[in-house]
């Protein structure tokens, strides 16, 4: 026989008997064949389940995505591991919960919250967000803001693109935005910005890392630094920093970056828990 001619086994030499309506049956529920067939067409039954961990057994703050009030006047992280997030002092109204779960942020508004101090030391850092942006226009999602520097570090979405930079532009790194909702995870360590994005469900995007460290950024953000959710200061202006977004989980290692190689594994079963457990109640 030619070596690409296919071989057509008879059904019977396969194990395979005919119903009275003619189908292939095996024995039970399984098919028995005794030939070789390449490793493409086999199932690998180890990628059907994605593995998952707790944020907090990996050394995450949690701002969970479950509020039980429809107007949000703190948020508090999983088993009090880390400091409240309270409205900033522009909210007049505070946060609203979305109607799918997590946070609603609108266009121009300010309903952003802070957790002060939730940095002790600005030197090394990885903050996950969860959102859900429609039009690709979330702008400020997060920001970390150094409590005595005239700089600071923002992720913001436009346009359909994911940045990750200092106020004053020194530095940035910025990738497409995922169909959300979506993961987006940034770093930071001794002055270089890291970035990285995927669908919910799916596994994190390689890592976006900017070209060399930036000593003058490593001297703005020495210190302890806040964690803005949803806008970048208590500024009541700069609305146009402010978009349209659904924020349903926020992780912050605020000592630790998580983004080094051989952490996706880790990462994406983090993301697989707070996906399932962190569905509002």
């Known amino acids: 026989m030619a070596r690409d001619q296919p071989h057509r086994a008879h059904p019977a030499s396969l194990g395979l ?25 086999l199932l690998d039954t180890k990628l059907a389940v994605q593995p998952r961990r707790s944020p907090l057994e990996y050394g995450a703050v ?24 309270y409205p900033v002092k522009p909210s007049e109204t505070g946060a609203c919960r979305h109607p799918d779960g997590g946070i609603a942020f609108t266009t121009a508004k300010n309903t ?4 002060e101090g939730a940095l002790s030391q600005t030197q090394a850092f990885t903050c996950a967000v969860r959102f859900d942006s429609r039009d690709g226009e979330a702008r400020t999602l997060v920001t970390i803001n150094p409590t005595d520097a005239d700089n600071y570090l923002f992720l913001n979405e436009k346009e359909g693109e994911l940045t990750w930079q200092d106020q004053k532009g020194s530095v940035a790194v910025a990738i497409p935005s995922p169909p ?21 469900g799916q596994r994190l995007a390689p890592l976006v890392t900017s070209a060399a460290q930036n000593p003058k950024l490593s001297a703005d953000l020495s210190g302890s630094s806040d964690l803005f959710i949803g806008c970048r200061s208590h500024r009541k202006g700069i609305l146009k920093t402010l978009g349209t977004s659904r924020i349903m989980d926020v992780l912050l290692w605020s000592d630790s970056f998580v983004l080094a190689p051989g952490a996706a594994t880790e990462l994406n079963a983090v993301c697989r828990y707070a996906e399932t457990e962190g569905a509002p109640e």
């Open 17 to 41: 008997t005919r119903s009275a309506s003619g189908a292939l049956m095996g024995q039970g529920d399984a098919y028995f064949v005794d030939i070789a067939v390449p490793d493409a067409v």
């Open 62 to 85: 949690w701002y969970r995505a479950h509020h039980a009030s429809s107007v949000i006047q703190d948020w508090t992280p999983e088993q009090g591991l880390g400091a409240v997030a």
């Open 112 to 115: 952003g919250l802070v957790a």
């Open 180 to 200: 959300t909702p979506a993961w987006v995870v940034v770093g930071y360590d001794a002055g270089r910005l890291s970035i990285a994005a995927c669908q919910e």
